[in-house]
């Protein structure tokens, strides 16, 4: 099994900054695209930022030039770099990504259990 481990999720005020980690930890044999969605009261899940194994990467148009998604793959983690955070953002953000474990060769997909991010004053 593979499991999705997330922090720094927290409070914090309008324009100021935090930075989601995800770490994936199990049987993995490798990892392809990492993602993270987000999803607010009310609203669909939606994909905020996402990268490919080989560093290629995606934005929602609403984050594009405040966030920015890496990965480290010596750690299989990835992380979500949010600045100039609105409360618009405020929303439960969850880890996602596509893992090879040992003895299969196809990729499944894995969900981390959410972590809340608030953006108020």
């Known amino acids: 099994q593979v499991q999705l481990v997330e922090s720094g999720g927290g409070l914090v005020q309008p324009g100021g900054s935090l930075r989601l980690s995800c770490a994936a930890s199990?049987?993995?044999?490798?990892?392809?695209?990492m993602a993270w969605y987000r999803q607010a009261p009310g609203k669909q899940r939606e994909l905020v930022a996402a990268i490919t194994s080989g560093g290629s990467t995606n934005y929602a148009d609403s984050v594009k030039g405040r966030f920015t998604i890496s990965r480290d793959n010596a750690k299989n983690t990835v992380y979500l770099q949010m600045n100039s955070l609105k409360p618009d953002d405020t929303a439960v953000y969850y880890c996602?990504?596509?893992?090879?474990?040992?003895?299969?060769?196809?990729?499944?997909?894995?969900w981390g259990q959410g972590t809340q991010v608030a953006v108020s004053s």
């Open positions: 199990g049987s993995i044999v490798s990892i392809g695209t």
């Open positions: 996602n990504c596509d893992a090879q474990r040992r003895g299969n060769w196809r990729y499944t997909n894995y």
